[in-house]
T-cell receptor, first 117, second 113 residues
Framework: GAVVSQHPSWVICKSGTSVKIECRSL??????MFWYRQFPKQSLMLMAT?????????EQGVEKDKFLINHASLTLSTLTVTSAHPEDSSFYIC?????????????FGPGTRLTVL | AQTVTQSQPEMSVQEAETVTLSCTYD???????LFWYKQPPSRQMILVIR??????QNATENRFSVNFQKAAKSFSLKISDSQLGDTAMYFC??????????FGTGTRLKVLA
């Protein structure tokens, strides 16, 4: 398997501020990480694919200037929600892809709950 | 485009009983992978079971087994001897191995004492 951590586990911020969420792969080097968003009682929606050393690939409808993703090392990807607004309140989950496993299996972090006041 | 459909938003089962969660998908790919993930109240996504499309044999993991019908594009999850700890959201997921996972809308399972 793989161990993935996220920090912080929850955060409350004021509208208009920026929030950074970290995703760390603790036991292997991850070339590819993913960021998902999950609204209450809904499924996971892929926001973007984060590739180490290159620009992230965003899904249709996701504002890349609002959700900044940086994958500066093989163990760390960060998601920064810029100028946060209440509608950005959600549960954000990252995952790491482990190539060579069945289906290039993804291993998920514990998630970060963001509340924007 | 690939899609994953879970038609049961909520289900309940008595402890020790068996329950089956349904999942259908649509794809034109021949090689792909299917997963069932469990998301308990802690929100941590936990892999329950996986199935490779080229394998005809249904995957099993202890109390969890799948009924994989490739022609019908169906991938149901059977939970035997249900336990209170099985209470969670269950998501069916598809990937063709290129990287992207597509998740279904989930089934909320409640195991009753």
């Amino acid at each position: 398997g793989a161990v993935v951590s996220q920090h912080p586990s929850w955060v409350i911020c004021k509208s208009g501020t920026s929030v950074k969420i970290e995703c760390r792969s603790l036991d292997f080097q991850a070339t590819t990480m993913f960021w998902y968003r999950q609204f209450p009682k809904q499924s996971l929606m892929l926001m973007a694919t984060s590739n180490e050393g290159s620009k992230a690939t965003y899904e249709q409808g996701v504002e890349k200037d609002k959700f900044l993703i940086n994958h500066a090392s093989l163990t760390l990807s960060t998601l920064t929600v810029t100028s946060a607004h209440p509608e950005d309140s959600s549960f954000y989950i990252c995952s790491v892809e482990k190539t060579g496993t069945i289906g290039n299996e993804q291993f998920f972090g514990p998630g970060t709950r963001l509340t924007v006041l | 485009a690939q899609t994953v459909t879970q038609s049961q938003p909520e289900m309940s089962v008595q402890e020790a009983e068996t329950v089956t969660l349904s999942c259908t998908y649509d794809t034109s790919e021949n090689n792909y992978y299917l997963f069932w993930y469990k998301q308990p109240p802690s929100r941590q996504m936990i892999l329950v079971i996986r199935q490779e499309a080229y394998k005809q044999q249904n995957a099993t993991e202890n109390r969890f087994s799948v009924n994989f019908q490739k022609a019908a594009k169906s991938f149901s999850l059977k939970i035997s001897d249900s336990q209170l700890g099985d209470t969670a959201m269950y998501f069916c997921a598809f990937t063709s191995g290129t990287y992207k996972y597509i998740f279904g809308t989930g089934t909320r399972l409640k195991v009753l004492a």
